[in-house]
């Protein structure tokens, strides 16, 4: 009532007065007591936030898996410290050195990565290239060699490019794939790899021992090597690590006798002291012995002899067949293949190494014992035999007896059925048909068919002669 008879302008000023009046009463309640509306706001607005930065987490966590998964082989299912491999008797005091190199690395490492390395604490990883590889570092195996000999030697063309470039530096013809044939006799020449392997060995052992100076034991593979981790610990446990050793299987180029490289050997820490200490004080004339020979891992035999440790010859316990293509009828001497305890195998993919890995930690999960060893006769009963109950495409089980063209696989079984002493048979890439007697697994191969006697592989195991208690022990 009091506005109708105010003038315009007196109306303007009271309304801005109750106005800000009605502001300044308004800001006073809210420094009591917010309300409700403004309440639900505020906690409604924190809450979407939080769920904002938790499906933001959940994301990029999942992201991490499926790189990891993408990049690594699959998901691990165990963490290493649950694997049953992990924790055996003898395995923190052995260090595990692979070696390998650039040409290979990116086919051939990362299964060891995903199984063999994660049974070993400690292992360190060589090759011809310094560099990270899928989290892991690689030491360069030829740092300490002379530079002078890395500057301008032809072997190390190679070598000069990685420096250079880094793998991308390699051309497709140098890559390996996965294959893992073995060689000629004089290994693989063509290969600038192959001629930088020679000049890996010595600088290897050498920095091996500088990094990890006090370990009992110093076992050495290759990329296509598989060990079998608890009849190598079972093995190593029995000897005495204060003593020097140098074990391996046995092999000689003229009148020197040496371990076999990919077959894998095994250094007690004195054997590394004595042939480290001969390297460096006479490293100028073990280059030039390098230079004019073909083998490194002959070079080191010597090199391990000169030092005042010989080979103790240790074939068919470390031995360079594939588990595909074995000769279980072989005798040397006093041993036995087929009786013997089996530690290594060699030119095996990466297919099967993860396989192999596979079944063992199965074996080693089951048998709940880790003085339970394995011998070769055991692997041909419970890893070969449950591999050929089913004809295989895409295989090449190495019968080797041509039988001339069949029509089918069908058509072959039927001609190794009609010879007694046929255990297996295959359709070859020309469409003929080989037949073999001897009892091998084989390995892939594109373009082939392969099929076994099944009952026949089984009485092969039956009739052998049996193994002087239960099977022969370790050399010593």
């Known amino acids: 009532m009091l506005l109708i008879d105010m ?22 309640r809210l420094k009591k007591r917010p309300s409700r509306r403004i309440i639900y706001v505020v906690v409604s607005a924190i809450c979407l936030l939080l769920f904002w930065l938790t499906h933001r987490s959940s994301e990029y966590a999942s992201k991490r898996r499926m790189w990891s998964i993408a990049n690594h082989g699959g998901a691990r299912e165990q963490s290493n410290h649950e694997l049953p491999c992990r924790n055996m008797p003898g395995a923190n005091e052995t260090l595990v050195i692979l070696k390998t190199g650039s040409t290979e690395i990116h086919d051939k490492l990362p299964v060891h990565l995903n199984t063999t390395l994660r049974c070993y604490p400690h292992y360190m990883i060589f090759s011809d290239y310094e560099e990270d590889f899928r989290g892991q570092h690689i030491f360069d195996a030829l740092e300490h060699v002379d530079p002078n000999i890395k500057a301008s030697h032809a072997d190390f063309a ?6 250079e470039g880094g793998r991308a530096a390699l051309q497709p013809h140098e890559l390996s794939g996965t294959a893992a044939r073995a060689g000629s006799n004089f290994g693989k020449q063509d290969n600038p790899g192959w001629k930088l392997d020679k000049w890996k060995f010595l ?26 981790s608890q009849t190598l610990h079972n093995y190593l446990n029995t000897l005495d690590w204060q003593k020097s050793y140098y074990i391996g299987g046995q092999t000689w180029i003229g009148d020197i006798l040496f ?82 305890p089996s530690v290594s195998y060699h030119h095996l993919t ?71 002493d046929c255990l297996q048979y295959m359709l070859n890439q020309d469409g003929r048909c080989m037949i073999g007697q001897k009892p091998n697994l084989g390995e892939k191969m594109k373009g082939i068919e392969s099929g076994w006697m099944g009952d026949r592989m089984s009485k092969f195991y039956d009739n052998q002669n049996p193994c002087r208690n239960g099977g022969e022990t370790f050399i010593t």
Request: charged fraction near 30%; proline fraction near 5%.
């Open 350 to 420: 990466p297919s099967v190494v993860r396989d192999m890995w596979d079944w063992e930690m199965e074996w080693i999960k089951n048998t709940s014992d880790y003085s339970k060893i394995l011998h070769h006769k055991d692997m041909y009963r419970e890893y070969v035999l449950p591999r050929i109950i089913e004809p295989r495409k895409d295989w090449d089980n190495h019968a080797d007896q041509d039988h001339g063209p069949v029509d089918d696989l069908a058509a072959c079984r039927a001609i190794c059925v009609d010879h007694e």
């Open 259 to 340: 371990a076999h490289g990919g077959t894998g050997f095994a250094v007690s820490r004195p054997a590394m002291e004595k042939v480290v200490k001969e390297f460096q004080q006479n490293q100028e004339s073990w280059e030039s012995f390098t230079d004019i020979h073909w083998a490194g891992d002959c070079i080191l035999g010597k090199a391990f002899a000169d030092s005042g440790t010989p080979l103790t010859q240790a074939w068919p316990i470390w031995q360079g067949g594939d588990i595909g293509n074995m000769a279980y009828d072989r005798v040397e001497g006093p041993h036995r293949l087929w009786c013997a």
């Open 203 to 228: 600088p290897m052992v050498n920095r091996t021992l500088k990094e990890y100076p006090n370990m009992r034991w110093y076992v050495f593979v290759e990329v296509d090597t598989y060990i079998l």
């Open 7 to 28: 003038d315009h302008g007196e109306k303007i000023r009271a309304h801005g007065q109750i106005r800000r009046a009605s502001e300044r009463n308004g800001v006073h």
């Open 158 to 163: 190679l070598w000069r490019r990685l420096q």
